[in-house]
């Protein structure tokens, strides 16, 4: 009785599939698409690509919703076979594209494989007894667990990848594989290998397998009729206006004029800086915005409230008590009376009480613009962009460098660095300043809304010494001069006299009080609009070198080596930039 009812499951498919066309949009022409899968069955989807062949299989293999082929016009249609209870049993891929976990060895790949489906593995209960499963499962694939098991995956050839794919699927004892294109990429021996190697896996472990394949003789290996049972092909045909459209251009191209041009957007430097400038400045918004508020709000009001707590009255009173009492007994002769000292000590606090106020607030503003504009704007600034920008382009040029697209601009006579670099450094020149700016801003203007709410001064107060502190006058000749001539200089234009001498004066860039061009070269540097722009411009310049050097000087990145790479350039980017701000620092030092 229980062998005819073994002999029956076996009559019964793994899974019976089915897809209808119900639109347009429908890649295939089919009405309806369909097939079973039985144990050891091999069933080849074949038919142009664009087809949809891949959109099916997807769906099988649980990588796609009903809803996804429902955008396409297809309603699929899946029932499994009751006993393959576990979702996780049913289906596995074997990808176009050889996947494996980059950062792991190929015998780690195949123990992941074996702890995530533990739960359908009773028995693997010790080290020795997982070591021999795993070479149990490389050998079943013909690999060899000593030679091949400690390797990474960028050190396998291409059919010795695939293999090691299929390992990861016995692994988890899939019902069903699909294989997208399985021998892409191999050559004629190392396809034929891997050939054998599936229709091995249909006899002895009684896999099904789903293949999508363009090469038919490659094909015919897998659906070997000698030695399998259970093959079926099944063809996709083109959808009708596909078919409609062959036929006219086929004719004259009489849909030329109602083709869509190609989206040509990014083959020259000014599409790739403009991308990138967009990409820079726009997501850097936010995080600056945000970051500049927070620091801002934090600042102001703790300086706010130091300087709201400050009383100096009363420590004034006493020094006015110690040393005003003897100084009037000596100009007067006699002792001061309390009457006197009373009315002294009133006039001081009536002086503290009208210079205090706005001491404070000057204080406040001062303070406010000095340690934005000179230290914590740009630096700030240019510590989020270490990740944001920096991260950016390190993670973008090593992968890059990981796929070959680096080489690929040199063999068509590009140079990489043209490509990528020079718009992403002239995007970074223009968003580093714009963002410095933008965030220093912030941070001030929310100066002048917390300062009068804590009693230190007014908006208009605030926003007078702000001004003055971050646009102090260039202590320049020239400027100096244009100050006291340059209305007269445009009055007497077409007078002679002394015209050209006040232009020389005008044009003199020594400073006030020095002969040196060293001293006003440091008097331009540190003058705080440009000592924002100026730091704010050579920290991004560093970040950018660093990344570029991190990722190009690396002609053999791995995709497991760009984490790394990413994490290196921001970490070297901002240290890099906090010793330059200690340069900085020793710059304003010089300022006189």
Known sequence: MDAMMEKEDKKRPLVSFQATSTGPKCPFGNEVVEFELYE????CLSGNSGFGKTTLATYLAGLSTERDLQKLDIRPSIQWDPSISAPGERCGVLFQQTTLIDSLTVAANVCVALEACQHKSPGISSKRERDHKIQKLLETVGLDYARDG??????????MARRASLALQLAQR??????????????????????????????????????????????????????????ATVTLLPPPHRQSSNIANGSGNKNDDNMAAPNLF????????????????????PLIGLTFIACG?????????????????EPVIEIVDKEVKPLLKLITGQESNAMTMMMVKMKVRSMLNTVLPDAKANLFAIGMAKLFVLEIGPLLTALLLCGRIGGSYAGKVATMQATSQNKLLQTLGINPQLWTFMPSLAAALIASPLLTVMGTTIALWLGGIVGPNYGIGSLES?????????????????????????????????NTGNVWTNV??????????????VDALVEVATWPPFFLLLKSTLFIMVILVVAEAAARLRPNLTPRDVPNVITSSVVIASLLVIIADWGFSQLWLLRK
């Open 174 to 231: 899939k019902r069903v594989i699909v294989l997208d294109e399985p021998f892409a990429g191999l050559d004629r021996t190392s396809a034929a290998s891997v050939a054998s190697e599936l229709v091995h896996l249909r006899l002895t472990h009684g896999t099904s397998l789903l293949l999508i394949s363009h090469e038919p003789d490659l094909a015919a290996l897998v659906m070997d009729k000698k030695c399998t049972q259970n093959n």
């Open 150 to 159: 400690p390797k990474r995956p960028t050190q396998l050839s291409g059919g």
């Open 40 to 43: 050891g069955g091999c069933v």
């Open 266 to 285: 990014g083959i020259n430097a000014w599409h790739r800086f403009a991308e990138q400038l967009a990409d820079y400045v726009m997501w850097s918004i």
């Open 297 to 313: 709000l934090a600042i102001s009001m703790l300086s706010a409230d130091i300087l709201q707590r400050i009383d100096v009255t």
């Open 462 to 494: 605030y926003t007078r010494y702000v001004q003055t502190a971050v646009f102090p006058t260039l202590r320049l000749r020239g400027v100096e001069t244009w100050q006291q001539y340059g209305d007269w200089f445009f009055l007497s234009l077409n």
């Open 504 to 517: 020389l004066d005008m044009l003199d860039l020594r400073c006030t009080w020095s002969d040196s061009y």
